[in-house]
């Protein structure tokens, strides 16, 4: 198959298939769900895992990053950590605390704590892979679901697409980039995308919480922007009208999507945050967000399912939001390779 996420037809299929028998589980696996929910009594567990497996450098850095994403797109606080590293043959004693530096350091940054995991050394990968485990807790009742977007909300959308997948890009294929014309100044500009905007989404959700009623959230990873919305739109059986024209893209981001062919709505994009509230609260959530300084804007709006997944282009024509098969780095990066 393809590299990257499963297609979700077949991944929807097998997660339904899983029995879920404990009453304590209150959300089954699910397509566009970010994690799962466990209920503690008063508070509700969040559990949630996720790999690195594009990036070849600072794993350790977003391996936490993402995974605390991912607790905090469902309104709750990440508190505990656990990593699996996969290490190749190849790797040295000082590359290996390299990458435990910066779990310490990333974990450390966000009052996390790294309570375990596992580090093998082994002939069957040939690049680090890192794998993360996070938990977190949330009070009851302040749980935010993917699926919980109701007909007339807005969307808001913070920072902009596609930040990790252009700072991966920089990154990983510097030369390229600069062979084509990018300048130096704005490669180091992309590479720093990492930290500024940044992939990190905790602020937003906790300068929103408690002051606006929110009915969803999704951090879009994979596949980018386009495929965070429809999964927003599988998981809460809704339709959308989202104009492109108001979805940001660095300058950056178009400048390496121009050169390495890519679609910035299908690009990795963990650093915005898709968040779904009420018409009447979209004022008050855009400016709680930039007093916090953090970039926001409405670039759509919820609608019935019956009128499908949709998006304005530039002239005004509505077209289904465009699918992704597969992230366009993914796709990238398989095409870069059999090139070569």
């Known amino acids: 198959m393809e590299t990257g996420k499963l297609p979700p037809g077949i991944l929807g299929s097998l997660l339904q298939g899983i029995p879920i028998e404990d009453n304590r589980v209150l959300i089954r696996p699910d397509v566009g769900e970010d994690a799962a929910l466990i209920d503690y009594g008063d ?4 559990a949630k895992s996720d ?3 594009f990036a070849s450098d600072l794993i350790g850095w977003y391996v936490v990053q993402v995974n605390a994403n991912d607790i ?4 709750g606080i990440p508190k505990w950590f656990l990593c699996t590293l996969l290490l190749p043959e190849t790797i040295n004693e000082d590359e290996i605390r390299e990458i435990f530096s910066q779990l310490v350091s990333a974990c450390a940054a966000i009052n996390i704590t790294l309570v375990g995991g596992h580090t093998e050394v082994t002939g069957r990968v040939d690049v680090p892979i890192a794998t993360g485990f996070m938990l977190g807790e949330v009070d009851k009742g302040k749980q935010v ?11 808001i959308l913070s920072k902009g697409v596609a930040i990790e997948g252009t ?10 980039l600069l062979l084509h014309g990018m300048s130096p100044s704005s490669v180091e500009k992309a590479k720093n995308f990492l930290f500024d905007p940044g992939i990190s989404v905790l602020k937003e959700v ?3 919480q408690n002051k606006i009623e929110i009915h969803a959230m999704h951090d879009p990873t994979e596949g980018g922007i386009a495929t965070g919305l429809q999964e927003i739109g599988f998981a809460s059986q809704v339709g959308m009208e989202i104009k492109s024209e108001k979805i940001c893209v660095f300058q950056e981001t178009r400048e ?13 994009a963990s650093g915005a945050l898709i968040i779904v509230v009420p018409e009447e609260q979209t004022d008050a959530a855009l400016t709680i967000l930039r007093e916090g300084q953090i970039d926001a804007c409405t670039i759509g709006r919820v609608v019935p399912q019956t009128k499908g997944l949709l998006m304005r282009n530039k002239i005004g024509l509505l077209e289904n939001i465009p699918t992704f098969r597969r992230d366009e ?7 870069h390779a059999s090139a070569t």
Do not use: H, Q
């Open 51 to 53: 790999p690195i497996t």
């Open 167 to 176: 700072a991966v890009l920089a990154r990983e294929d510097t030369e390229t």
């Open 206 to 208: 906790s300068l929103l």
């Open 43 to 46: 508070r509700i567990l969040i």
């Open 145 to 155: 679901l993917s699926s919980g977007a109701e007909v007339g909300d807005s969307i």
């Open 329 to 335: 780095i993914a796709r990238y990066f398989a095409e």
């Open 72 to 75: 905090a797109a469902m309104g």
């Open 256 to 268: 390496i999507c121009s050169i390495l062919n890519l679609d910035p709505l299908g690009l990795l």
